[in-house]
Nanobody, 123 residues
Framework: VQLQASGGGLVQAGGSLRLSCAAS????????MGWFRQAPGKEREFVAA????????VYADAVKGRFTISRDRASGALYLQMNILKPEDTAIYYC?????????????????WGQGTEVTVSS
């Protein structure tokens, strides 16, 4: 099982980035998927999650209205469109596949984790 996140980088405040996560179709097509992040010196936190068929999604309050999670079940890809980025969005972002089919913000529900992609937002 492999999840490969990409798309991170350095961006100015107010800018946008789109993160991608490649997942094996067999593993993730029937599972909810999500994004988490971990800033330097802080604990990992939930960002966004999407149900197996894309019918439902949930967001952390800190990113609501700015970030959009989506997925392509045919390819197994997961995306996170991040707009109006703020310096406090600076973190390593991780994609994950849950054990269930629903969108969930509970980290303990996620079985598979990818390596992170680093996002840095300058002020």
């Amino acid at each position: 099982v492999q999840l490969q996140a990409s798309g991170g980088g350095l961006v100015q405040a107010g800018g946008s980035l789109r993160l991608s996560c490649a997942a094996s179709r067999r593993t993730a097509s029937n599972n909810g998927m999500g994004w988490f992040r971990q800033a330097p010196g802080k604990e990992r936190e939930f960002v966004a999650a999407i149900a197996w068929n894309g019918s439902g999604s949930v967001y952390a309050d800190a990113v609501k209205g700015r970030f959009t999670i989506s997925r392509d079940r045919a390819s197994g890809a997961l995306y996170l469109q991040m707009n109006i980025l703020k310096p406090e969005d600076t973190a390593i972002y991780y994609c994950a596949a849950s054990m269930g089919s629903a969108a969930t913000q509970l980290a303990r529900m996620y079985r598979y984790w990818g390596q992170g992609t680093e996002v840095t937002v300058s002020s």
